[in-house]
Antibody
Framework: QVQLVESGGGVVQPGKSLRLSCAASGFTFSSYGLHWVRQAPGKGLEWVALIWYDGSNKYYADSAKGRFTISRDDSKNMLYLQMNSLRAEDTAIYYC??????????????WGQGTLVTVSS | QSLLTQPPSASGAPGQRVTISCSGSNSNIGNNFVYWYQQFPGAAPNLLIFRNDQRPSGVPDRFSASKSGTSASLAISGLRSEDEADYYCAAWADSLSGWVFGGGTKLTVL
């Protein structure tokens, strides 16, 4: 079955960088778009970024533009989120989410369990 | 402020029917499909409804949804205690070239 396992979260100081990873299994990785979605403590869901199945297009929320970079390595079935210039408001659980693979835009079909990022001095 | 507006809370007694609304605009709900997600405390969200009114396999038919113009709604009939959760709507926003979520609705089963 589809499995998405995030890692790389932790406590980081404001202004620093962090890279999140998502290990995928149970499906043909290169056939699906992938998202990062985050949820601040006690708050709602916020979409962060999307990468197409072939990596040719990437989309970002305004809050992530210029600071975050989404990427994928199909040879390793891995999704990444490079986060730079982190701010306190980036504190959240970050979910790796697989798209549906059948159309545009690919919706959030399967979710990982998330990794917690805390930005604090 | 979310581009999709949901009531922060909803409630109903066991066996009752409850609806949760999601209001947007022409650039999101009005021109794209609506999706609904269920999230239990401490867990990841789970797909409940896709493409306005389609249920994934495994989702009980007590859950239904519809869309009209720039609004959508989720209905839960035969309410059960295990339906207590947060519910989120989502849609693609053409004006942002990105996804937007509603602020979420906390459902309480009385």
């Amino acid at each position: 079955q589809v499995q998405l396992v995030e890692s790389g979260g932790g406590v980081v100081q404001p202004g620093k960088s962090l890279r999140l990873s998502c290990a995928a299994s149970g499906f043909t990785f290169s056939s699906y778009g992938l998202h990062w979605v985050r949820q601040a403590p006690g708050k709602g869901l916020e979409w962060v970024a999307l990468i197409w199945y072939d990596g040719s297009n990437k989309y970002y929320a305004d809050s992530a533009k210029g600071r975050f970079t989404i990427s994928r390595d199909d040879s390793k079935n891995m999704l990444y989120l490079q986060m730079n210039s982190l701010r306190a408001e980036d504190t959240a659980i970050y979910y790796c989410v697989r798209g549906d693979g059948s159309g545009w835009p690919e919706y959030f079909q399967h979710w990982g369990q998330g990794t917690l990022v805390t930005v604090s001095s | 402020q979310s581009l999709l507006t949901q009531p922060p809370s909803a409630s109903g007694a066991p066996g009752q029917r409850v609806t949760i609304s999601c209001s947007g605009s022409n650039s999101n709900i009005g021109n794209n499909f609506v999706y609904w997600y269920q999230q239990f405390p401490g867990a990841a969200p789970n797909l409940l409804i896709f493409r306005n009114d389609q249920r994934p396999s495994g989702v009980p038919d007590r859950f239904s949804a519809s869309k009209s113009g720039t609004s959508a709604s989720l209905a839960i009939s035969g309410l059960r205690s295990e339906d207590e959760a947060d519910y989120y709507c989502a849609a693609w926003a053409d004006s942002l070239s990105g996804w937007v979520f509603g602020g979420g609705t906390k459902l309480t089963v009385l």
